[in-house]
């Protein structure tokens, strides 16, 4: 008789699972957020990015080790040529339960209905004005209307819970939390609230100025909504809240007020095939490089992954000063 053997789960240095992915399908992007990149930015050659069927054979890999969640993120997902297909075969990896997606909505009219036929349960959506000029300033070139629309086609295409992330900055939208909860409400969808990391060298733009912290949104929201402690947890970092007598839930995600490392469940993969172990650190496997050392070789790759849980760090440090200790931007870290 043979012996079930119980499958080898990703476990760190600190004793915390690893049951969650995040890759980042692009560094590229239709938008030029101005805490995420510089308004000109020098994307990755094509070479150099990891094409689909390696990204397959990394997420196959990964629920091979027992990870249950996968966000596909970026840049901006939705202008990789292709994504579609991948999020199908995902999609039907066994072990995975959920399959997310954070996009910033100016494709959504065209993808929703897709994307939930496709396989992807939940939808972020980030949305952090409802000012078409501040969205223009905010963006450097999207535009609110597209995305409003996006947001009324993802609500029609069947996912099982909608999300809109909004980054706040003092003196930019920090007045418009109350609204964008309304809108939350009046969509019947969740909201998170995130305060601004320093990852990248940004300019026209000083961080340590726009700091707004989680409870002073929290404050200026206790004085429109009751909000009531939220026992949710979705296998990230927010922390929520239930807006009383409605469906909606808001979030707050602080990464420089709460830290929120001593539970943390995830890795990313970026865009060029760097397996970072954390968001607020250097420390990271090049599995791109060991892909395509050992063509067709699965073990090699997952033995990496299992290696790679080693120098997994056990937190970060946020300073808020004009030069970012990290300096990859978000779009290329997979926020
Ligand atoms: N392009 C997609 C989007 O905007 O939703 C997905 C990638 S984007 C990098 C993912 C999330 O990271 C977005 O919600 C965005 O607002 C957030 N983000 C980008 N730069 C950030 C920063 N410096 N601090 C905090 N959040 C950031
Ligand atoms: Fe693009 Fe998202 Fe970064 Fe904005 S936050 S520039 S939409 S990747």
């Known amino acids: 008789m043979s012996e079930v053997t119980e499958p080898t789960l990703l476990i760190d240095r600190f004793g915390r699972r690893v049951n969650y992915l995040r890759i980042s399908v692009t560094d590229r992007c239709d938008f030029r957020c101005l805490y995420c990149m510089e308004e000109t930015m020098t994307f990755l050659p094509r070479a150099q990015i990891l094409t689909l069927e390696e990204i397959y054979a990394l997420a196959k890999a990964f629920t091979e080790l027992g990870v249950e969640k996968i966000r596909i993120t970026g840049g901006e997902p939705l202008v990789r040529n292709g994504v579609l297909q991948l999020v199908e075969q995902v999609a039907e990896l066994p072990g995975l339960i959920e399959l997310v997606m954070t996009t910033n909505g100016s494709q959504l009219e065209k993808f929703a209905k897709p994307l939930s036929d496709a396989g992807i349960k939940r939808l972020n959506i980030s949305l952090d004005t409802l000012n078409a000029g501040k969205f223009k300033i905010l963006t450097r070139n999207g535009d609110l209307k597209t995305v409003l629309k996006g947001i009324e086609a993802a609500k029609k295409a069947g996912f099982h819970r909608l999300k809109i992330n909004a980054v706040i900055l003092k003196n930019r939208n920090h007045d418009e939390v109350a609204d964008l909860v309304r809108f939350a409400i009046k969509h019947e969808i969740d909201i998170s609230f995130i305060e601004e990391m320093p990852l990248g060298v940004v300019s026209q733009h000083n961080r340590y100025e726009a700091y707004y912290s989680s409870e002073e949104i929290k404050q200026d929201l206790l004085q429109q909504f009751t909000l009531l402690p939220s026992t949710t947890k979705t296998g990230g970092p927010s922390n929520y809240f239930q807006v009383q007598g409605t469906g909606t839930r808001v979030g707050f995600i602080s990464p420089h007020s709460h830290n929120f490392c001593s539970d943390c469940n995830r890795v990313r993969l970026t865009a060029e095939g760097r397996l ?15 892909l395509r050392a050992n ?15 080693q120098i997994k760090p056990e937190k970060h440090e946020f300073v808020l000063s004009d030069q970012p200790v990290i300096l990859r931007h978000m779009n290329v870290t997979g926020g």
Not at 276 to 290: F, I, P
Not at 295 to 306: D, L, Y
Request: aromatic content about 0%; some cysteine; charged content about 15%.
């Open 276 to 290: 970072l172990l954390c968001l607020g650190n250097e420390h990271s496997m090049d599995m791109k490089q060991v």
């Open 295 to 309: 063509p067709g070789n699965h073990e090699i790759v997952k033995q990496a992954i299992i290696q790679a849980m």
